[in-house]
């Protein structure tokens, strides 16, 4: 199981703040993300979802507890580890300003590789940009793209380095309904077709069911699971969920 | 209304600090120059009322030549020795009249076998008129009773190194002479010397000899009434005896007007420090108005906003025009209190310099507190007001929509920027050409400063190209060329960033250019013109030239190995009653006919015997046209009107020009010595072997070098050095906030961007190439500064070496390693602006940056 896991958590708490106006996050949450799988975290707002992916994706240090992505322990790593780690092993998907408006389409989709200075695998290349389909625009500047095709750049970029897992904070969130189904597609053939680990963060049910495994978060403790969900079924454990939250 | 500026202003603390710190550099300039001038002058005050506090009444002879206070002060005529009996004897009220035989010129050999310098005060040489309330030897001391005995004060003393016993060599209107010092004196109140100033004092017939070249004369005799006869009655009483021939005067009256001939001189020096804080100020424009146009940018949502719930346009425009205010009034406020401290401090390392004035008080002069308020506020205001109308243009409906307004095109701003700087342009060739009479000065000034306004403006459409082609020096790097597509983001922002550190950098590439062209024609002439292998001369340091002993140049004329000489003393006179003008008395005139290439227009420039002068075509036709043959009237500094025939005139060339008179003529001259000779040498001699033998003729004329072309014109152009390196110490402070702005632009561009940055360090980005990223951004900006402002300059050092062709300005030079120096210097200036704001950059919160809204 542990080597199957992309990224891992291990009785992580995240506090902000002492005393008074201390606010607890995260309660020992214990989590492991299987490698090749596409798994979305969901929860009411305040839920913790937000601060779980800026933990394992090393944005933000955890109060207690292990993270790991692929063997590397984040935990105790200082800010050049983490920046390294970020830029080799994980890529991002945010929901908005997620391009440099200097550079064109293609030069957004190569800059990690950039930074790191390596070259990207042009088979490699051309097969996530014919998969994204905009090959005919990648000399476009982010202004002169739609939201959407903005997006798919910024998924291109994710995958473009092979990372050890893309995360994606509510990558839809932003988009009509089309644009955002275009953009979920993308990222379950990434999935599918290309083994890549993906873990989005989302409160839109509709998104969490092209996943396949969805994480309920409430509280800062994991509440619900499912495995291969739709629309419905994550509809339901919500508001079964919303419920049970209003009893308690 | 006002409650939301005040607000907008705390809320922007940075901004407030950074863009009020250029007001406040250039206020405390200002009124760092006032106070500084001020207390200088009542120093003066104090220091001239001590010289003269022993002076009741002064006697002195009218000076044969009055010269402008700028050029040095007038000598006057010597009068006769017998004139203190005839004041004693002959004018009631009189309790003692003492002659003074005083001149500045008594110049020390110190031990290192070198003249000890002055930096302004003067060396004076005078006659010993014994202790007073204001002068007592110092113990182990008596007063100077035989011809080869001298006194000092104790400051030269001090300064010397000497002992009373010591063998003191002095340089007087005479060539080197040897002394026993026998006295030290000092001054009341325990003071070495008066004003910096040097004294030796020798008996009194050789101070006649010695410092004013006559027997049985004084320069001036000074006069103590007695009890009950003021200052002013006895002074009149000595004018009625003597006649409209003497000056005479109060003590107080000496005492008020030389100080007042030294404010004047410092009312021209505070000019010049108010010309050089112009330029600071004019610089703290861009920088203003580049801070507010950003703030402006920055807050167009908020703006918009207020229009929307009701304010008019006038009352945005109010709110940013009273932000201006209050940031102008508190800069003021600062930059007068650094000034204060600023002009204490400079006013302190003067009197250390001149040898220990003493300073009066620290004064705070009104115009300093005017200045700085009327400067402050006016360059703030008139800064903000562009940006203040741009921010009244914001439509209500901008604060609904998300997207910034997108930058106006550039057409209009470079259609301004090019008849800008025509007109700046046609200015300065109006000036240049010498057809703006009296406001020549002004108009080339105005022209340089609107030249300066109009590049500015061309500068955006420039940036973008420049800036790319610049920037691919630096982007090998991914951080570099993401800075460099950063710098060429907003091409206004970067342009007005850029043309603030192309002003300093333009004025000091231009005189650069002037002084080197000069240094090029200056080279070619004596090359190619001046037949001369041997050149004597030296540096001037004082207000007197240096000079050497006229035996000199017979000596070096018999030495084996050496063809011709000839040697020039230089003084000033009347000619034909006209305004003073330089005369100068040659040695052997054919010599120097020979070695300069001068051919005769009229007449023969063969011999110049008693009598008669030599001079060139056009000074001929300026004192009325005369001709081989005529009488010319000459007054030298000494001695009666003399008439003189015109044995030659020459033709106008570029190396030399002006009156010749002959050698026995400088005995009249204010000093009879030579200043400068030319030797050429023997066909076939080596100068390797007669150098060394001129130079050990030199032995006793320490304040001259004999050396070969190359480094008598080194010697001849250092002075450039000097007047470059002041010049680049004033603009300095202009670079100084030139570089305050390109932090300013920085700072707010990171401010602007840190979701970008937060974006980049997330998928990656480590700190160091953040801040490298940063660190290229600035540096294109400033590099591209320090390349217009090379540009500039070049042109402005061009347009003026061209237009002073026919004055000497034959070639045409530029410093290269000035300039390239000076990009580098940019490139390292760019390094340093970047400092702060990249570890602004480096430390955003990477969540922070990312987390919507």
């Keep these: ?218 509280d800062g403790q994991i509440v619900a699971e499912l495995a291969d969900p739709d629309a419905e079924a994550v509809l339901d454990t919500m508001k079964r969920l919303d419920v049970l939250g209003t009893v308690a | 209304m006002l409650r939301a500026t005040f607000a907008s202003l705390l809320a922007r603390k940075l901004r407030l600090i950074l863009s009020g710190l250029a007001v406040v550099l250039g206020v405390m300039f200002v009124s760092g120059a006032f106070v500084l001038t001020d207390t200088l002058g009542r120093s003066f005050e104090g220091l001239f009322s001590t010289v003269y506090s022993q ?353 106006k095109p550039l057409t209009r701003v470079t259609i301004a920027g090019a008849l800008t700087l025509t007109a700046g342009g046609a200015a300065l060739a109006l000036g240049l050409s010498g057809n703006a009479g009296d406001a020549t000065l002004w108009t080339v000034l105005a022209g340089v400063l609107v030249s300066f306004v109009g590049v500015a403006l061309l500068t955006p459409l420039l940036a973008r190209p420049v800036v790319s082609v610049l920037g691919r020096l630096f982007s090998w790097s991914v951080p570099g060329k993401l800075g460099r597509l950063n710098s060429g983001r907003n091409p206004r922002r970067t342009a007005i960033t850029a043309a603030a550190l192309m002003v300093g950098i333009a004025l000091v590439i231009g005189v650069n250019v002037i002084l080197t062209s000069a240094t090029k024609s200056f080279d070619r002439l004596a090359a190619n013109q001046v037949h001369a292998e041997i050149y004597i001369s030296g540096e001037q340091s004082g207000p007197l030239p240096p000079t050497f002993d006229a035996a000199v140049l017979d000596r070096a004329g018999s030495t084996p190995g050496v063809a011709k000489v000839t040697g020039a003393y230089l003084d000033r006179a009347i000619v034909n009653g006209t305004k003073p003008d330089f005369v100068v008395a040659v040695h052997d005139i054919a010599a120097a006919r020979d070695i300069f290439a001068l051919t005769p227009a009229e007449g023969s420039l063969d011999t110049l015997g008693e009598g008669q002068l030599v001079l060139d075509a056009e000074s001929a036709t300026q004192i009325g046209g005369v001709h081989a043959g005529d009488r010319v009237s000459i007054q030298l500094t000494r001695g009666e009107a003399e008439t003189y025939t015109v044995a030659g005139i020459y033709q106008d060339n570029d190396v030399i ?40 003729l030199l032995a006793d004329s320490p304040e001259v070098s004999a050396s070969d072309r190359s480094a008598f014109i080194a010697q001849q152009t250092r002075q450039f050095d000097t007047i470059l390196t002041m010049i680049q110490i004033l603009l300095a402070l202009a670079i100084l906030i030139a570089v305050l702005g390109i932090v300013n632009t920085l700072a707010l561009s990171v401010l602007e961007r840190t979701r970008e940055l937060g974006l980049l360090r997330a998928i990656g980005l480590r700190r160091a190439q953040t801040m490298r990223m940063i660190t290229v951004e600035s540096m294109v900006i400033s590099v591209f500064g320090a390349l217009l402002g090379v540009a500039v300059g070049t042109g402005l050092g061009t347009a003026v070496v061209r237009a002073l062709r026919d004055e000497g300005f034959t070639d045409l030079a530029f410093p290269w390693s000035q300039m390239a120096l000076y990009l580098v210097l940019a490139a390292l200036v760019g390094v340093v602006a970047a400092v702060l704001p990249a570890i602004r950059a480096a430390r955003v919160d990477v969540l922070n940056a990312i987390a919507y809204e």
């Design chain 1, 1 to 218: 199981m542990t080597t199957a896991a992309a990224a891992r958590a291990v009785d992580v708490w995240k506090v902000y703040g002492s005393g008074e106006a201390q606010v607890v996050a995260l309660r020992g949450i214990s989590v492991d993300l299987a490698r090749g799988q596409f798994t979305a975290i969901m929860g009411p707002s305040g839920s913790g979802k937000s601060t779980l992916m800026h933990c394992l994706a090393g944005l933000d240090s955890v109060t207690r507890g292990q993270v790991y992505i692929g063997g590397t322990e984040l935990t105790g790593l200082g800010d050049a580890g983490l920046t390294r780690l970020r830029r080799d092993q994980v890529g991002f998907v945010f929901q908005q300003f997620n391009l440099l408006p200097t550079l064109s389409a293609q030069e957004n989709i190569t800059l990690p590789l950039a930074i790191a200075g390596r070259k990207p695998d042009p088979m490699w290349f051309d097969t996530v940009i014919d998969t994204i389909g905009l090959r005919d625009r990648l000399g476009h500047r982010p202004s002169q793209l739609s939201g959407g095709q903005q997006q798919r750049v910024a998924c291109a970029r994710a995958l473009l380095g092979k990372p050890e897992v893309v995360f994606a904070d509510e990558p839809t969130g932003n988009l009509d309904s089309r644009s955002g189904a275009e953009v979920l597609g993308f990222l379950r053939r990434s999935v599918r077709e290309f083994g890549q680990t993906v873990v989005m963060v989302t409160h839109d049910p509709n998104a969490a069911s092209y996943a396949d495994r969805v994480v309920f978060l409430g």
């Design chain 2, 55 to 407: 002076t009741d009444v002064q006697v002195a002879g009218k000076p044969k030549i009055e010269v402008d206070e700028l050029e040095g002060a007038p000598i006057p005529a010597n009068v006769p020795a017998d004139l203190v009996e005839r004041i004693e004897d002959k004018v009631p009220g009189v309790a003692d009249a003492v002659g003074l035989a005083e001149a500045d010129g008594a110049r020390v050999i110190g031990k290192n076998g070198k003249v000890i310098a002055s930096l302004g005060p003067p060396r004076l040489g005078a006659n010993w008129t014994g202790e007073s309330d204001m002068i007592t030897l110092r113990p182990g001391s008596k007063a100077p009773t035989a011809e080869n005995e001298i006194a000092m004060n104790a400051g030269l003393a001090k300064t010397g190194g000497f002992n009373v016993g010591d063998e003191i060599a002095v340089l007087t209107l005479e060539p080197k002479k040897t002394f026993k010092l026998v006295g030290i004196f000092g001054y009341s109140n325990d003071r070495d010397s008066i004003g910096g100033a040097t004294v030796v004092a020798f008996t009194t017939p050789v101070a006649q000899q010695l410092m004013l070249g006559e027997k049985d004369v004084y320069s001036a005799i000074r006069v103590k009434a007695a009890a009950g006869v003021t200052p002013e009655e006895l002074r009149d009483r000595i004018a009625a005896e003597l006649g409209p021939d003497y000056v005479v005067k109060t003590g107080d009256q000496l005492a008020t007007e030389t100080t007042d001939s030294f404010r004047r001189g410092l009312g021209f020096f505070n000019n010049i420090l108010l010309g050089f804080a112009g330029v600071a100020l004019f610089v703290g424009i861009f920088l203003i108005l580049n801070t507010f146009s950003i703030i402006v940018a920055q807050r167009t949502r908020e703006l918009a906003l207020m229009r929307a719930v009701g304010a008019s346009r006038r009352q945005v425009i109010g709110s940013v025009l009273v932000e201006a205010l209050v940031i102008g009034l508190v800069a003021s406020v600062l930059g007068l209190g650094a000034g204060i401290g600023v002009g204490a401090l400079l006013a302190f390392v003067f009197g250390q310099m001149a040898g220990g004035l003493a300073l009066a008080g620290i004064g705070v002069p009104v115009a300093a507190v005017v200045s700085a308020f009327t400067v402050g506020l006016l360059v703030t205001l008139v800064a903000a007001v562009l940006p203040a109308i741009r921010a009244s243009r914001i439509p209500p409906v901008a604060a609904l929509q998300d997207s910034a307004i997108p930058d």
């Design chain 2, 657 to 696: 020009s002006g009156i010749f008179v002959p050698e026995s003529a400088a005995k009249n001259f204010a000093v009879p010595q030579p200043f400068q000779a030319f030797v050429q040498l023997a066909p076939g001699a080596s100068i390797t072997d007669v150098l060394p033998r001129i130079e050990a």
